[in-house]
């Protein structure tokens, strides 16, 4: 099993650019979520699936879209890139809310 | 409003030196308490999940202690592998998410 991967590891936009990052996994989970981590601010959600089909908003959402079309994709996508948007994300799955979630390696992207 | 502080912010230690990572939640009914470990330039990967107070875990020498205001990570004559920022984590009931803390840095020197 692969477990959780992302696409690309490292991209850099220039503000008002657009980009999906890709997260896959094999896993069967049900449940996948996309997060920022920040120095000094932990990891914070900015949106989550429960199943293929239905997403929600996490704590910051703004700026950011997502869809889950299969049990195994969710991309996120940045409409027009910003600097506050630099950040590494990680996408995770689990089996559900409630139990623990397997991270991907991360994508680190510099807006300029 | 649901909130997790870890503490220290950053640990150094000698090889062979135990100690204890703290992590404080404050939230509205605890669903679950997980503990991640991440490596730099990595993702963060699961150690352990407690649910109820009085609740414990181990694995090697890592061991992880529940109660009703926080959770406590202690580290028994730790190795220069075990540096990595350790992750506090929560669920709670009135928000079916989890919430991290913004972790603590561990350094262990040989």
């Known amino acids: 099993n692969a477990g959780v991967t992302q696409t690309p590891k490292f991209q850099v936009l220039k503000t008002g650019q657009s980009m999906t990052l890709q997260c896959a996994q094999d896993?069967?989970?049900?449940?996948m979520s996309w997060y920022r981590q920040d120095p000094g601010m932990g990891l914070r959600l900015i949106h989550y699936?429960?199943?293929?089909?239905?997403?929600d908003q996490g704590e910051v959402p703004n700026g950011y879209n997502v869809s889950r079309s299969t049990t195994e994709d969710f991309p996120l996508r940045l409409l027009s890139a910003a600097p506050s948007q630099t950040s590494v994300y990680f996408c995770?799955?689990?089996?559900?809310?409630?139990?623990?979630?397997?991270f991907g390696p991360g994508t680190r992207l510099t807006v300029t | 409003e649901d909130q997790v502080t870890q503490s220290p912010e950053a640990l150094r230690l000698q090889e062979g030196e135990s100690s204890s990572l703290n992590c404080s939640y404050t939230?509205?009914?605890?669903?679950?308490l997980f503990w991640y470990r991440q490596d730099p330039g990595k993702g963060p990967e699961f150690l352990f999940t407690?649910?109820?107070a009085g609740e414990e875990k181990e694995k090697e020498r890592l061991k992880a202690t529940l109660t009703k205001k926080e959770s406590f990570l202690h580290i028994t004559a730790p190795k220069p592998e075990d540096s990595a920022t350790y992750l506090c984590?929560?669920?709670?009931?009135?928000?079916?998410?989890?919430?991290f803390g913004a972790g603590t840095r561990l350094a262990v020197h040989p």
């Open positions: 995770a799955s689990s089996y559900s809310s409630e139990t623990e979630e397997y």
């Open positions: 896993m069967n989970h049900e449940y």
């Open positions: 699936s429960v199943g293929a089909g239905i997403t």
């Open positions: 939230v509205s009914g605890l669903r679950g």
């Open positions: 407690l649910y109820s």
């Open positions: 984590a929560v669920i709670s009931g009135g928000y079916n998410k989890l919430i």
